[in-house]
């Protein structure tokens, strides 16, 4: 039989005043809210992470291939189309899909004014779901030439609907305006792809521009796991023709990568000052426990009980306060991510935060080490409260009370 532990069990729900079970709840509560207040940052942090990296990428993939130029104007290079290379890179297992792209600079003019755009041609290519998380109105595929997908932010700027018609300047051949029809209306929330882009047909770009149907802008490469990106790169880079370049996601929006890279600090350390919290509050529970019990350790002591029994038995007190705490605290972060999740009941602006509501993204393998950590960190540390057990000499400690 294991003695401390036998202990532990027969004194866990015994305690002798309403202040030492004050002390256990607090405890209790410290432990829970901690772990509570973690799991669900993690769950807020990857699903900041998560949604604005959707968004990007349903924009610009995740990997941008081009022809090297001198050229660093918005208006793309023609490149040659090669139908060979895009059947071997499919055969890459961490890529998805790729697509043909083509981007020229313009002029858009409404009723109430005009807007500068950069105009992404887009090809069949793209996947019927990719852009549509992002649609408010209106469909994100184009089905015919001169009809184009525009932002929700350039609507409101340009004063105009769903199936307007705006007339639209290439500024490579500024003396042929077009008339284009509003077909579709999306938002991103972030303000570098809605206040630049709008979505047209890559066929009717190519034919304004006076290119074949061969020539395109760029390629850009989806691929199943963004946390592949950097060893899909180099495989990638590797099958390319020299004249070709390679950009990631995150060199093409570098404030927006350092900006969660930030977040990543950030919650470090306030998961690291939660911690400390709970660590502190148990210490201090685990002490009123062992002061109030001082004759019990004392009557151990002179049945012939070492101090590391009798430690033991304490610590098993103080790991039994955790496990309440931890479970407690679980449920308490499933309850609160799954309505956030279902329900959206926190807002958020979207002109800061580049989405509508406090996203939330489940993630089994960290609440699994959020769970070790946090037992493995405070087991090691109530054993210090425990030390001081050492110190009560069993002949004053049964006269303790008298």
């Known amino acids: 039989m294991n003695f401390p532990l036998f202990v532990a069990r027969r004194i866990r729900n015994t305690h002798e005043t309403s202040f030492s079970k004050t002390v256990t709840y607090v405890g209790i509560g410290t432990v829970a809210m901690g ?3 973690i799991l669900i940052a993690f769950a807020i942090l990857f699903g900041f992470k998560s949604a604005i990296q959707d968004k990007l990428t349903s924009f610009a993939g995740d990997i941008r291939i081009n022809q090297i130029s001198g050229n660093h104007s918005l208006s793309d290079s023609p490149m040659l189309r090669n139908f060979a290379w895009e059947k071997s890179i499919l055969k890459n297992s961490a890529v998805d899909h790729i697509q043909a792209h083509l981007q020229k600079p313009g002029i858009l003019v409404g009723d109430a004014g005009l807007a500068g755009v950069v105009i992404k041609g887009i090809g069949h290519d793209v996947p019927k779901n990719q852009l549509s998380k992002n649609m408010l109105q209106g469909q994100a595929q184009i089905q015919h030439p001169q009809d184009i997908v525009l932002s929700n932010s350039l609507a409101k700027q340009l004063k105009v609907k769903l199936n ?3 007339i639209l ?6 003396e042929r305006p ?3 029809k509003i077909t579709g209306i999306y938002e991103t929330g972030l303000e570098e792809l809605d206040k630049m882009f709008i979505l047209a047909d890559l066929g009717w770009v190519q034919k304004m521009n006076g290119w074949g149907a061969d020539s395109i802008g760029t390629y850009e490469v989806f691929l199943k796991n963004t946390s592949d990106l950097y060893q899909s790169t180099d495989a990638i880079e590797a099958s390319m023709p020299p004249e070709w370049r390679l950009e990631t996601i995150t060199e093409l929006y570098p404030a927006l990568f350092d900006w969660m890279m930030m977040l990543d600090r950030n919650i470090v350390i306030f998961i690291s000052l939660l911690l400390v919290v709970a660590c502190f509050n148990l210490i201090a529970t685990l002490w009123v426990l062992i002061m109030e019990r001082i004759p019990m350790v004392g009557l151990l002591k002179a049945m012939g009980a070492n101090h590391r029994q009798i430690r033991t038995i304490f610590w098993w007190n103080g790991f039994f306060i955790l ?4 479970a ?3 449920i308490l972060a499933m309850v609160f991510c799954y309505v956030q999740s279902t329900y959206h009941l926190i807002p958020l602006d979207p002109e800061s935060y580049y ?3 406090v996203p939330i993204v489940w993630s089994m393998s960290t609440w699994i080490w959020v769970n070790i950590g946090t037992s493995l960190l405070v087991a090691i540390i109530i054993t210090l409260p425990t030390i001081f057990i ?8 049964l006269q303790y009370k008298h």
């Open 178 to 180: 077009r008339k284009v």
């Open 328 to 330: 407690i605290g679980n």
């Open 323 to 326: 496990l309440r705490g931890l």
């Open 355 to 357: 989405m509508n509501s």
């Open 35 to 37: 772990v509570s207040i």
């Open 390 to 397: 050492k110190k009560i000499q069993a002949q004053e400690a």
């Open 169 to 174: 300047y290439f500024l490579s051949n500024p």
């Open 164 to 166: 307007s018609s705006l």
